[in-house]
């Protein structure tokens, strides 16, 4: 038996009982995207591989108007990606995380807005309703979101669906997953 892939082992992850998912959870996690249309394996050295596919993630056309998931463990990288991805799309200042407040918004150089969104602290995917963010994503702009599992079965489709695996302190294995026309044209 060979090494499980990053989807596999996500789904592993679930099955520890520190973890608050069910198996009707687990099920929605991996039907809840649809059909993969294209994906890429990537093998980011250190930090500077991951600033670089952020700058080339910014530059192609639709990002503005794109849903990303980023999956991970903690401390796997996601919210340094999201730091990249807004620096490269020009956002200036302090680029926090939004692990306490759930979300952040931003005002991209070309005048639309982002969103980076953090649902680790969920226990229940209905907090996103509650939390209102239904008309965020009903309306324009970027959208990132770091635990999205934790709001499963109320997102939409993401366009693209990032898993980071850390494998050490500084290599990263990354699948970048197309799951919408959208995605595929962001695949760098």
């Known amino acids: 038996m060979g090494r499980p892939t990053l989807v596999e082992r996500r789904i592993l992850d679930f099955d520890r009982p520190s973890h608050r998912t069910t ?15 294209e994906s890429r394996q990537l093998d980011w ?8 596919f952020a700058r080339a993630l910014a530059a192609r056309p639709g990002i503005a ?4 998931e980023l999956h ?3 401390g796997a990288g996601k919210t ?12 200036g200042g302090r680029i926090k995380s939004p692990t306490y407040a759930v979300m952040e918004p931003h005002a991209l150089a070309d005048g639309s807005e982002a969103a980076h969104f953090d649902f ?7 907090e996103w309703l509650d939390a209102g963010f239904r008309e965020v994503f009903a309306g324009p702009g970027l959208k990132i979101a770091e635990w999205a599992d934790k709001a499963a079965g109320l997102l939409p489709v993401a366009d693209l669906r990032v898993e980071i695996e850390p494998l050490d302190e500084q290599r990263r294995q990354v699948q ?8 595929r044209a962001l695949l760098p």
């Open 45 to 52: 050295a250190d930090e500077a591989a991951c600033e670089d």
């Open 65 to 68: 108007r794109a849903f990303i």
């Open 120 to 126: 680790y602290r969920f226990n229940d995917p209905r």
């Open 72 to 74: 991970g463990p903690l």
């Open 176 to 183: 970048v997953q197309a799951l919408t026309d959208l995605g």
């Open 80 to 91: 340094t990606l999201v730091r990249h991805l807004l620096r490269a799309l020009g956002v």
């Open 23 to 37: 198996p009707a959870l687990i099920k929605t996690l991996t039907d809840a995207h649809g059909p993969i249309l």
